[in-house]
Nanobody, 130 residues
């Protein structure tokens, strides 16, 4: 079992930056792929699954980003501190969402889907004003 706590969200103007953190406790964090997903207002009510943002392999040597955030967001991890981060630069109003970190045992096609993850943080709200 892995417990995840997201933090770092807030209100920022377009063009600004935020750094999200994901703190883990429980089983060996370094064994898990860590991903970030987001859910924009209305997505949950519409029955749409969370949108993939970025993921980093347990080894830290492989990352994948959604096209919409490539070049603006950077995912990282520090297994000695059992934390992962999502550095978000050049934020846009379309980035407004609740952001969730997640941990899972796989590296493959499913890493861009919520199905590839077993454990989830509670979410942190990011609001980007225009």
């Amino acid at each position: 079992q892995v417990q995840l706590v997201d933090s770092g969200g807030g209100l920022v103007q377009a063009g600004g930056s935020l750094r999200l953190s994901c703190a883990a406790s429980g089983r060996t964090f370094s064994n898990y792929t860590v991903g970030w997903f987001r859910q924009a207002p209305g997505f949950e009510r519409a029955g749409l699954e969370r949108e993939f943002v970025a993921t980093i392999k347990w080894s830290g040597d492989n990352t994948v980003y959604a096209d919409s955030v490539k070049g603006r967001f950077t995912i990282s991890r520090d297994d000695t501190k059992k934390t992962a981060h999502l550095q978000m630069n050049s934020l846009k109003p379309d980035d407004t969402a609740v952001y969730y970190c997640a941990a899972g045992p796989l590296w493959g096609q499913l890493v861009v889907s919520p199905e590839g993850y077993w454990y989830w943080g509670q979410g942190t709200q990011v609001t980007v004003s225009s």
